[in-house]
């Protein structure tokens, strides 16, 4: 049984959020662990084994970037920890080019100002990507979902430095 279906879900990236976590809050109370207390040791070792499915199940689902990763795997695409890297030559300089931005920003006069501009252009890219891997799930775009997904991660990844370099920035 995939996550999808052990949420009741037909495969797709579309979700409606309170909806998952509505159905996963009906899941966690149907099979915590807790309820089988008193039952006898193989259904309570069920139980602990099917909450902790539901909550990678839920984990896996509610979060875009992962569940797309799911959704590929499910299709003979996974993607999940590899380290393929990115063919696209556009992308590969423009991740050049905000890596030499970022350091910059260490000695830019006003630092708040350019990280909020490179954070609201990082987020633009991150907003298109996110865009473009909807249709091309839907579509079954498997290969270019795949490299969207790489790319994608690539940008959260730019998004976690930029926080880094913003509170070592704050500290001073």
Known sequence: MNHFELFGLV??????????AQ???????QFHPDRFAAAPEGERLAAV????????????LKSPLR???YLLSLHQHDIRGESRTLQDTAFLMQQMEWREALDELRQAEEPEGAIDAFRREIKDEHKGLMSRLERLLEEGAW????????????VDKMLEELERLEDSLLEL
């Open 11 to 20: 495969p797709g990236f579309a979700l409606d959020g309170a909806d998952l």
């Open 23 to 29: 159905t996963y809050r009906r899941l966690q109370s």
């Open 49 to 60: 084994s099917r909450a902790a499915l539901i909550n990678e199940a839920y984990a896996v």
């Open 67 to 69: 569940r797309a990763e």
């Open 143 to 154: 290969e270019l979902a795949a490299d969207t997904v790489r790319k994608l991660k690539f």
